[in-house]
């Protein structure tokens, strides 16, 4: 059951981040959901565990993670159209 909540919580904030910024996140609820994951990862590496945490994710760290890594694959996914 850790896990399901893991990744509803991990697609949540994927959707959350994309939609921030206004950007569609490529593969759609898996995409959000891997985006959710990684933002985690990489919003904890760079700020710390710090905020509410529900699902194994830091709220605040794991969302601000994700919109950097949608935001990073944005300026990818459109220098690679050129």
């Known amino acids: 059951m850790d896990f399901l ?3 509803i919580v991990g697609g949540v904030l994927g959707a959350l981040a994309g ?3 206004g950007k569609d ?3 759609g609820i898996i995409g959000n959901i891997i985006a ?3 933002g985690s990862w990489l919003g ?3 700020f710390g ?3 509410p945490a529900i699902g194994g994710f830091y709220i605040a ?3 601000i993670g994700a919109i950097i ?3 990073i694959l944005s300026i990818v996914m459109k220098s690679m159209r050129k």
């Open 69 to 71: 890594l949608i935001l």
């Open 36 to 38: 959710g994951f990684v």
């Open 19 to 21: 939609a921030f910024l």
């Open 5 to 7: 909540w893991s990744l």
């Open 25 to 27: 996140v490529p593969g």
């Open 49 to 51: 565990a710090w905020g």
């Open 44 to 46: 904890v590496t760079l």
């Open 61 to 63: 760290p794991a969302l």
